[in-house]
């Protein structure tokens, strides 16, 4: 099982960006990112949800539907 964390850190490096380049390009704080991808911070904001499927070029309900699944499956 895969937490949101690194769904994120997969999609990201899929993409092929640097945490650097991720935090750039979403508008997001590279510190914030990473926090999230190592499970610092397990419940972001739906509005950094967002910023980051954008940038992942995924929909924002696929990233919050892992969510619900991984909830439901513990």
Same mark, same amino acid.
């Given at each position: 099982?895969?937490g *949101?964390?690194e769904? %994120?850190?997969?999609?990201?490096?899929?993409?092929?960006?640097s945490?650097? #380049?991720? /935090?750039?390009q979403?508008?997001v704080?590279k510190s914030? *990112? =990473?926090? %999230? !991808?190592?499970?610092?911070?397990?419940?972001?904001?739906? =509005?950094v949800m967002?910023?980051?499927a954008?940038?992942?070029d995924?929909?924002? !309900?696929?990233?919050? =539907?892992?969510?619900?699944? #991984?909830?439901? /499956?513990e």
């Amino acid at each position: 099982m895969t937490g *949101i964390g690194e769904r %994120i850190r997969v999609l990201r490096l899929g993409k092929g960006l640097s945490v650097n #380049q991720f /935090a750039n390009q979403s508008g997001v704080s590279k510190s914030y *990112i =990473s926090n %999230i !991808e190592r499970g610092v911070q397990k419940n972001p904001s739906l =509005s950094v949800m967002r910023k980051l499927a954008l940038t992942l070029d995924v929909p924002l !309900e696929d990233l919050l =539907s892992h969510v619900n699944d #991984q909830s439901n /499956a513990e």
